[in-house]
């Protein structure tokens, strides 16, 4: 692959010093970025160069918990109660769903975030070879697990382990590194102690982290301390879940004693703002959670819960949201937000090393927002602008690995087309 030069851009790099640099420039080669800094000099060093005209460059966003294939139920059963809306409504239609669904559900959310700027996601489902196929041939990074739910005859739990654990061993590192593969137990309420322990006990032998849900709602909490004696948090302690690296979503209703468990065992969160308020589960202690060391990233949940998978939103939201519960317009700043949708979220996912920030020798995951628009005027912050005014819809081009996967606006690997009709097609099929 040729060198290659984007220059004369404004590049939010979110490394360790926060630094933005104006007329600036991103240079890389093969899959590696290997400049980053002022607009050179001369810019013929390089075999391909593009001028930005002052657009902004910034790392990929990294999206920490979702369930693609439930794109297909957008819409389908909103303003519900969490248990209501999964019990009544999600679970049995789910339940018609077939390798197909699977396909075109997967297809069409990642077709959304690589055209909202998410270059990392976090998916948790099932059929997921389907997933991770989707995942390779778009050309977008994904964190991989399959997701169990512990209901069913002890020979069904054992098949869904050993098909969970077969894909976690298979595909990890698949597609040129861009997958990565977890364990996942659905949720404390949904697996028995045993089951998540086998789940550990399995995470320990293939050498990959754990995801789960936890403590999304009031209900939840005070059933499994009534079912348990203890919080999901001090219960899943308890059984060794975080005696591996673990990532957990939602972590909405926490005791000052969780958080420190949390910050303790270095447990990194996925907080998911608006499917928690839709949902009306509540809003995470993510203030405590920050003072204590807590690695917060942010992820938008499926496009049934959200409705949609645009991660600008929830880094508004977290920016927004925060201050007024706290009462304090410095609670969460605008470089805080993006942090978490950036190397936080990477490091969330143990990808720190990898994404996340613009920086010599990262991969060159990266995505230009085009910035020729009134709401990007006068041009005082960039950071303030993205954050505040904003929006996956402003994406032109997308980068993962050095590899163009969006042209302005144009996808270099999918077929929108095809997608919007199967997706279309098989959500007609399963209302039916």
């Known amino acids: 692959m040729a060198r290659k030069l984007l220059y004369n851009g404004t590049i939010i790099t979110c490394n360790a010093e926060n630094e933005v640099i104006d007329s600036g420039a991103i240079g890389f080669e093969d899959e590696k970025i290997v400049y980053v800094g002022k607009t050179p000099d001369d810019v013929s060093l390089y075999e ?28 389908y059963a909103d303003d519900l109660h969490l248990q209501t809306w999964l019990e009544d409504k999600i679970w049995p239609l789910e339940a018609k769903y077939t390798p197909e669904h699977v396909k075109w559900g997967a297809n069409l959310s990642i077709l959304e975030m690589i055209r909202t700027g998410t270059t ?3 998916d948790m489902y099932d059929y997921m070879d389907i997933v991770g196929k989707a995942v390779d041939e778009a050309g977008i990074r994904g964190v991989l697990c399959r997701g ?13 382990l050993k098909e969970a654990a077969e894909f976690a061993k298979n595909w990890n590192n698949a597609a040129n590194g861009r997958i990565t593969t977890m364990l996942s137990p659905h949720s404390p309420y949904t697996c028995s102690p045993e089951y998540i ?18 403590s999304e709602t009031k209900y939840e909490v005070d059933k499994n301390i009534e ?13 060794g879940f975080f005696d591996r690296p673990a990532l957990v979503a939602h972590a909405v209703h926490l005791s000052d004693a969780d958080i420190e468990i949390l910050a303790r065992k270095n447990v990194s969160v996925s907080h998911n703002i608006i499917s928690n308020l839709k949902l009306g589960s509540g809003i995470a202690p ?14 938008t949940d499926s496009v049934a819960s959200n409705n949609n998978l645009d991660l600008f939103e929830e880094i508004k939201s977290v920016a927004t949201i925060h201050k007024g519960i706290a009462q304090d317009a410095t609670a969460i700043s605008a470089e805080q937000a993006l942090r978490m949708a950036t190397i936080d979220g990477a490091a969330a996912v143990w990808l720190g090393d990898k994404t996340g920030s613009l920086e010599v020798g990262k991969d060159a995951d990266f995505i230009v927002v085009e910035t020729n628009q009134s ?14 005014s904003g929006s996956g819809r402003d994406v032109r081009d997308v980068y993962v690995q050095g590899k163009q ?28």
């Open 286 to 299: 993510v203030g405590k959670m920050l003072a204590h060391g807590v690695t917060v990233s942010l992820g």
């Open 148 to 160: 169990v739910i512990g209901f069913g005859s002890e020979e069904l739990l054992q098949s869904k």
């Open 375 to 388: 709401f990007y005027y006068p041009r005082h912050n960039p950071v303030s602008h993205l954050v505040y």
């Open 48 to 75: 391909e160069t593009i001028d930005l005209k002052g657009d902004i460059v910034l790392p990929g966003l990294v999206n920490t918990h979702g369930h693609t294939p439930m794109s297909l139920l957008r819409g």
């Open 120 to 122: 990392t996601f976090v």
């Open 227 to 239: 079912d348990f004696g203890a919080t999901p948090v001090a219960h899943l302690d308890s059984l």
């Open 405 to 432: 996967i969006l042209d302005n606006r144009q996808f270099k690997t999918i077929d929108e087309e095809k997608i919007l009709f199967e997706a279309n097609r098989l959500s007609r099929m399963l209302a039916e």
């Open 197 to 214: 322990s086998q789940i550990i006990d399995k995470s320990v032998e293939l050498n990959v982290p754990l995801h789960t849900h936890m």
